[in-house]
Structures are given as C-alpha cells and as structure tokens.
C-alpha cells in the first residue's frame, strides 16, 4: 500500500486585507482571465498598479468602451459574503494554495475553498467519466476509488451525475474535492447541493468563480483544467467520443498530468472515447494497482516549481510606439498565431509584443489559445 | 482498403512418393516431434538414414525398450486413406507449405490439408477466444471478421465453440482456416463436423495428427502454435485469466507474431485475459482496421527466411564416446538446463552434446521446453 507524504507545498506568500481585495478586482475586472491577471501583476508589479493602469492599456489596445473595473466596494461585499458562508479565499502562493495546480500557467489566482483545505495539499487523483454511467461503470468507480482513497489520495471530481457523484460517494469519507463549474451558491446539478455537504466534512469544494455565478456551458471544460491541475493523474472511466471527460483527458495532457483510462466493449459506445484514449498512450487501468504504480514515482519525485518571471523591465523597454503596436496588430487576425511569429515578422522585442497583446485582450479584442496562440476576437 | 498480395512462397522442394513416406514413417515414429525431426534430418541427411540410425541411438540414450516404430504398411495405409478423402500431405519446404509456419522451429514436417490448399499462400490473421463467449463478444467478432476477410485476409482460427465458431462462420465465403487438435475423422467439437464442411469450400482444414487420432488435452496447446505460426498476427477476443488463447498469444509473442486483443470492462471476466494482454503491450483492437495498419508493414517486408543449417558434418565430429555421453548425461536433471551450459560444463563440441541430447531423446528420457532448454524426464 501506497503512504504518501503531504505534497510540498507552494511558496509561502500572505497577501494583506488590501492585496487580497486588489487581486479579487483585478481577477473580476471585464477581459481578465488568469493568464492576463498573471501577465499584469508581472508587468506592474502588483495587482494595484495593474488597475491603475487598464483604462489606459484597454484604451490603447483600440476597446471600443472601456471594460468594467470591478469596484473596491463589490470586492468588499464579496469577501464579506464568502467568509461569512465559512469559505476560505487562497490566492495564488499562498499556503493552502493547491501546489500542483499553481503550476499551471493559467491557474486562478483566488480560489474559494469550502471544507477543509487540507486535503489539496495531499496527493490527488482525478476520476471523471460520463454523466449517463452505466451500472457496471459506476459499480468499478466504487471500487477504484475505494481503493485509492484506502491507499491515501484524495480524490478529485466534477460533481456531475454519473462518474463524477459515484467517485465523491465512495471517497466522502477518505476526502473528496468537488471542482465547480460555477459559484459556491449556485451548484450545478441542482440535486447535489446534499452531496456537497457531505463532501466538504472530510473534503472540499472549490471554485473560482463568484459565489453567485450561475454555469454557463463553457464554464465547465474551463472548470475542467482544474479537475487535472489539482491532480497528479486523471482517470477517465467511460466517455464517448465526444464528451466532456475528454477535454479533462486533453488538458491533464497540456499540464504533464498523467492519463489513465477504463477499457470497454469495443460494442459500448461509453467505451469509445476511454479506448481511444488507450490507443493514443493513456495507462490502461482495470484495478487501483494501475494508478498506484504509475504514480507512485511522480510522487515521489515531488514538485518541479516553474521557473520564475524576471524582473519587470524598466517600462521604456515594454512600451511600444504607435507604429510599432500597429505594424504588430496588423500581423494580427483570426487565425491563431505564434508569439515567436509575431516577435520575427513585426522585428520587436517580445517584450514589445507581449504589451501590444496584453492591451489587445484588455480591450477585449484579443483570444488566446493553447500552445501560447493568439488570434484577433 | 489493403489488397494484400500473395505471400512468398517456400523454397520450393518436391518430395519423392518414397521419401514422403520415409517423412511419414519418422514423424510418426516413438518420441520424434517436429523439432527431433529437423535434427535428425539434418544430422543423417534424410529420413530415410534417420529411421535406420534410429535404434542405435535410442539404445545409445539409455532407453529402457526401444520404441515402436512407424511400419512402412502403417504409412503406405495412412497415406492411402488421405487421398481417398481427397486431403493433400504437403511437406514443409514444398510449395503450398505455409511460408509463415516454416519458420516456426518446430513446424510439421507434414501437414494434412483438406479443401483449398491456395489459402494458405493468402495473407492470414489468426481470430480466437473464449468458448462461453459472451453475445457481444460473439457480434464483434463476426464484424471484425467481416472486414478482415473483406481487406484480403485470410482468417486462422481454432474450432472451438463461441470466439473461434463465429470467426469461421464470419469468413467462410472470403476464406477460413481450421487448424485441427486431433485427425481430419476426429473433429472436436463434434456438432462442428458441418461447420467444417462449410470451411473447406473457400478455405482449409488442417491437421498435424493422423486421421483418426483422437484430441487429448494436450493436443490443444501443441495445436495452437499452428494457429499463431499460420498467421501474420494474432487477435485474441474475450479471454479470461487463465484461458486457451492466452497460450496462443504467448506462442505467437515468441514466434515473433503481432498480438492483438479487445479490451472489456474491467468487471466482465471474460476480459481479464484481453486487457492483460494490451497491459502487458498487445495492440488494442476496437475495429479492423488497428489490425490491417498494424500488419500492412509486415505484409509488405515479406518474410525472413531462416538461415539454413550447415552442411551435415562427417560422423567422426559428432558421434561421441561412452565418456562424453556419460559426462554430458551427469550434467541432466529434471531441471531445465541450456545447450551452452551443457557444452561448457562438459567441454565438449556443441555438435557432441546435441548428438547425446538427440539419442535421450529418441529414448524418451529428454524434455525440450521454450528457449532451447533441455530436462530429463
């Protein structure tokens, strides 16, 4: 049987009652998502300076209205909100912040965590699959993770039917994690409001989302990137081919996690996507002993802390003239492109780029892909 | 879609009516199997030598009585009521002996072939699996086997209830194998004795075993190294742990063949066997063409053909003395021991020690087990 120790945690940092507040309107402030958050606290030095600075990176990235800043007061009242339901907010950095998951380039920087938090700085596995489950699928995710929860993970999931509720009812009492697609106050599916009271005695529920923020449907393949952060390995039990387990499958990929999946009848279409996943490298897994000896090693090996930013350069360096941010936009279009691309084809430094891009997204005008791919909204 | 070509074809060789059943007589003939067979042949230069050096060398092992052997009457009747059943006797290294099976270190010398013989110059794949084959086991197996023979392959399989029954059945119109464990009069199961009729329109059956030769239990694993050696690969359909088809996978592994298996639910115990082989790094197969592409390079390279033996050497280099037989004897026991070992521990040629290990064997007192291991029995 498996003991493993608690995870190293991340660097110790304590944000101040006014940092936390500034962080919480940067990460709410329209056009920030947590890629740009991290690229602004970067470039300013802090969340505050950030602030100060978006009217005029909005305005300069070409917005046609500037984006709402959220306001000193609504960061109030939803500090206030959060803790009086008892829920902690751990930002990026922190102690108690989950340390696989600060490892991703787009971890939130704030992360409501309901329960005890103690169990994200323990080894977690991720066990996903499809909301229509069959009877024998449900029946093996019991016992997987029973199994695993017995040898000392956590587990992690998405609180959706199916899978998801069968691996939190058979770790609630060895700790569960439920990862949500929406704010603390508005679970989704509804009829698992119970179950999260039951998971958070022993387990957590997380989220990065205002505590109201009613799911959308793209909220959950961007809830999914955290489902794999937080965990050193996912397994996937049952999913078609197309299905939401796979986009968790894809991004546990991206983020060096490793992939298990649950084999089936080549006739089950529920067995599809998990067979395909097989063929494509993912650790086939028919008993925990599968998950244990696979991530046993990694485990041991503990965490590889990503490298850290340089100091931010003097702002002569990053500002860019007009001509340059208009020769740079004007390699710009729908089509996703490279940041190296852009550095070569404008002839600028990357830092040049990396403000015109910064401004582009602030002023809403800009997306971002995998791989570090940008292309015009 | 592959549109295989024919296989090479063997060296071609065509035996005399005298020496086909000098062939017959040896291989026939007390403790002579395949591989015996080859040694001998190759140590007197023919059958006939061999079946005249083969009281001499039983009485050199040490054997208790000598063995019986094959009468000339005894191979002139057997080969008489072959041909009154219209099945051929090809001889290993004739043309229409299977390509791919002569390479197996112990192929048949003799092979009976009935129904079209121009089968076995297809490319062949080999489909087997459990007998209570499950009904999704037994619908995918008929697609599987569908779209093979459709793509040009050949389909090998076994007889047996369940799997190998709804393989056969699935290709009887593109061309089917049925690679018998006992004689062409003793097919096992019996109610498949119509099933083999339908086979032999478009396809084969084939035995190793004289024609009335009753299928004991330990004819079955003998029977499936013919299955694996016929093939290019091996697809393995529902196995449980311990199951028939999993010596045909290890046969096949060992012959170099590609093995193939379709995944399960890790709850249906007819997929314990299949999953642990693509744990253990078979080709998971959800639909034909994982079969084709796997075998197409293969298909493609056409076969290696086995180094050939040397020259027979002159008697006074490998018939040896009462002191090397009884050194080399001393070093025996019922634990397997290897030819080098042998050929150190005694000092002596390794054309010596094979000479004294041939004479046991003749004498019934040598075991040959995998990786050219040898024990006394």
Not at 97 to 114: E, G, K, N, S, T
């Given at each position: 049987?498996?003991?493993?120790?608690?995870?190293?945690?991340?660097?110790?940092?304590?944000?101040?009652?006014?940092?936390?507040?500034?962080?919480?309107?940067?990460?709410?402030?329209?056009?920030?998502?947590?890629?740009?958050?991290?690229?602004?606290?970067?470039?300013?030095?802090?969340a505050r300076a950030?602030?100060?600075?978006?009217?005029?990176?909005?305005?300069?990235?070409?917005?046609?209205?500037?984006?709402?800043?959220?306001?000193?007061?609504?960061?109030?009242?939803?500090?206030?909100?959060?803790?009086?339901?008892?829920?902690?907010?751990?930002?990026?950095g922190e102690t108690?912040?989950?340390?696989?998951?600060?490892?991703?380039?787009?971890?939130?920087?704030?992360?409501?965590?309901?329960?005890?938090?103690s169990i994200l700085?323990?080894?977690?596995?991720?066990?996903?699959?499809?909301?229509?489950?069959?009877?024998?699928?449900?029946?093996?995710?019991?016992?997987?993770?029973?199994?695993?929860?017995?040898?000392?993970?956590?587990?992690?999931?998405?609180?959706?039917?199916?899978?998801?509720?069968?691996?939190?009812?058979?770790?609630?009492?060895?700790?569960?994690?439920?990862?949500?697609?929406?704010?603390?106050?508005?679970?989704?599916?509804?009829?698992?409001?119970?179950?999260?009271?039951?998971?958070?005695?022993?387990?957590?529920?997380?989220?990065?989302?205002?505590?109201?923020?009613?799911?959308?449907?793209?909220?959950?393949?961007?809830?999914?990137?955290?489902?794999?952060?937080?965990?050193?390995?996912?397994?996937?039990?049952?999913?078609?081919?197309?299905?939401?387990?796979?986009?968790?499958?894809?991004?546990?990929?991206?983020?060096?996690?490793?992939?298990?999946?649950?084999?089936?009848?080549?006739?089950?279409?529920?067995?599809?996507?998990?067979?395909?996943?097989?063929?494509?490298?993912?650790?086939?897994?028919?008993?925990?002993?599968?998950?244990?000896?696979?991530?046993?090693?990694?485990?041991?090996?503990?965490?590889?802390?990503?490298?850290?930013?340089?100091?931010?350069?003097?702002?002569?360096?990053?500002?860019?003239?007009?001509?340059?941010?208009?020769?740079?936009?004007?390699?710009?279009?729908?089509?996703?492109?490279?940041?190296?691309?852009?550095?070569?084809?404008?002839?600028?430094?990357?830092?040049?780029?990396?403000?015109?891009?910064?401004?582009?997204?602030?002023?809403?005008?800009?997306?971002?892909?995998?791989?570090?791919?940008?292309?015009?909204?």
């Open positions: 049987m498996l003991r493993p120790g608690d995870e190293p945690g991340a660097i110790a940092l304590k944000l101040s009652e006014e940092q936390r507040l500034d962080w919480l309107r940067l990460i709410r402030s329209d056009n920030i998502g947590p890629r740009t958050f991290r690229d602004l606290v970067n470039r300013y030095g802090g950030a602030l100060t600075a978006l009217p005029g990176l909005a305005r300069r990235g070409g917005a046609a209205r500037p984006g709402r800043i959220y306001s000193l007061d609504e960061a109030r009242t939803e500090l206030k909100a959060i803790r009086a339901r008892g829920i902690e907010f751990v930002a990026l108690g912040y989950p340390a696989r998951l600060a490892m991703i380039d787009d971890a939130p920087p704030l992360l409501a965590v309901r329960g005890k938090s700085g323990r080894p977690l596995v991720a066990i996903v699959g499809s909301r229509n489950a069959s009877a024998a699928g449900s029946k093996f995710t019991q016992t997987l993770t029973s199994d695993l929860g017995a040898a000392g993970f956590g587990i992690v999931s998405g609180l959706a039917r199916g899978i998801d509720a069968a691996a939190h009812r058979a770790s609630i009492s060895t700790g569960t994690v439920a990862v949500l697609a929406g704010g603390h106050e508005r679970i989704y599916p509804p009829e698992h409001v119970a179950l999260v009271d039951e998971i958070v005695v022993e387990g957590a529920a997380i989220s990065e989302m205002p505590l109201a923020w009613e799911p959308r449907a793209r909220d959950f393949p961007r809830r999914n990137r955290l489902i794999s952060g937080l965990a050193a390995g996912v397994v996937i039990v049952e999913a078609a081919r197309r299905s939401g387990s796979l986009i968790t499958a894809r991004m546990a990929g991206e983020q060096g996690r490793e992939v298990f999946a649950v084999p089936g009848s080549p006739l089950d279409p529920r067995a599809e996507g998990t067979n395909g996943l097989i063929k494509q490298g993912a650790i086939m897994v028919t008993e925990a002993s599968d998950v244990i000896a696979a991530l046993e090693p990694i485990l041991g090996r503990g965490l590889d802390l990503p490298a850290r930013e340089p100091e931010p350069p003097s702002s002569a360096d990053v500002e860019p003239g007009d001509d340059e941010r208009a020769r740079i936009v004007s390699l710009l279009s729908p089509t996703p492109a490279g940041l190296d691309d852009l550095v070569r084809l404008s002839q600028n430094t990357p830092a040049i780029v990396r403000t015109v891009l910064l401004e582009l997204e602030i002023a809403g005008r800009l997306e971002r892909h995998g791989g570090g791919l940008v292309s015009l909204v």
